[in-house]
């Protein structure tokens, strides 16, 4: 009888909570929130001050290439276990917006 009950609790310590019904798991958003209109909002020329003003400052800087910044979202849904990445990385020369590319295009729709 002992060993069935420890038996039974090492199953279920091995199993986890994922099996039950009824248990809660919560949505895993990490990295920088950009939306299409915050893309639409840059332009060519900005400084770095108004590009953080606009879109908040960047997960990642380019340790290599000052001029490069990269704004990173992912979210993993804890009901369906679906996983999303959005980047976006913004390129600087002279402390001016240069250009970008990634999943965001300015006056356009998430390509996502």
Known sequence: ???LLIAAVLTVALTGCSGFPGVYKIDLPQGNVVTQ????QLRPGMTQNQVRFVMGSPLVTDTFHEGRWDY???????????YTRERISLYFTDGKLSGLNGDFRPGGGSEG
Do not use: P
């Not at 990173?72 to 679906?82: C, E, L, Q, V």
């Open 37 to 40: 209109e915050m893309v639409d």
């Open 1 to 3: 009888m002992q060993k």
């Open 72 to 82: 990173i979202y992912s979210m993993k849904s804890g009901s369906d276990d679906s």
